[in-house]
């Protein structure tokens, strides 16, 4: 009997020790955690203030280009298909602007149901994929901003391109070609991500209307005011 009852006492004050200890661990674990997670965050945002930083420096310089802006257009556009890059050498024909090709310095994959799983996957991760050449956008007031649209949004290379380059005080003429989802919401990106630039109203196209857009692109440009 006794040997019971010391048994259960045991046990109760093994298991109140026990309880004790995880209160006290776990209010260690409490106090620390905050701290710890602290520190890691403001690491984080230390990393990200330097990575903007980086980021930004490109764009001081083109700030100040901007307000050199010397009247010039430019069609900057991407295209996997060739059906966006059609209308931009329309637009590029109708209005004598420069044309720069905005290339991935990873080139896609040429096959279509790959590309489509490489567009989604750098969509959900918000990648920026890195373009293979820059330019010079000082000369240029006007930007005629073309790219497909992928997976209901504009592809992720369009997002490094506005990352890249500060349109403030340019008039950016977005365009673009789609299975029919036109712009989705890629307006209000692009009004998000250059705050500063007058955007005009866009010109979207269906791929089986890109090859023969003479007339639509000559109207746009009329409606938009910027004809040649
Ligand atoms: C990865 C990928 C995703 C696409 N997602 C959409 C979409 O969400 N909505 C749509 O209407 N069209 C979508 N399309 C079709 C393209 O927008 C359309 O074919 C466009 O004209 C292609 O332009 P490009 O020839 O300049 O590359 C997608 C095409 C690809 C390759």
């Known amino acids: ?19 004790l200890g995880l209160a ?3 209010g260690g674990t409490d106090t620390e955690e905050p701290a710890e997670t602290q520190t890691e965050e403001s690491t984080e945002v230390q990393a990200e203030a ?5 980021a930004q420096e490109p764009d001081a310089e083109e700030a100040t280009d901007a307000a050199e802006g010397e009247g010039g257009a430019l069609v900057a556009y991407f295209s996997w298909s060739g059906n966006t890059e059609a209308v931009a050498q329309e637009i590029q024909s109708q209005t004598g602007a420069d044309l720069f090709e905005i290339v991935p310095a990873e080139p896609y994959t040429d ?19 890195a373009i293979a050449e820059t330019v010079d956008l000082s000369a240029y007031d ?6 497909p649209n992928w997976w209901g949004d504009m592809p992720m290379i369009m997002y490094t391109f506005l990352d890249e380059y500060d349109l403030s005080g340019k008039t950016i003429a977005p365009f673009n070609t789609s299975g ?24 979207s196209l269906g791929s089986s209307e890109a090859e023969d857009c003479a007339d639509t692109v000559s109207g746009w440009l009329n409606s938009i005011g910027l004809a040649g």
């Open 50 to 54: 330097e990575d903007t930083d980086a």
């Open 180 to 203: 029919g989802s036109g712009f989705s919401g890629s307006l209000d990106t692009i009004a998000e991500m250059e705050p500063e630039a007058e955007i005009t109203e866009g010109l």
């Open 142 to 147: 006007t930007v005629y901003l073309g790219f």
């Open 24 to 26: 006290a661990c776990s």
């Open 1 to 19: 009997m006794k040997s019971k009852w010391m048994k259960k006492l045991l046990s109760v004050m093994i298991i109140g020790t026990a309880v």
């Open 111 to 129: 096959d279509y149901d790959e590309l489509l799983d490489i567009a989604q996957e750098e969509q959900s991760s918000d990648a920026r994929p």
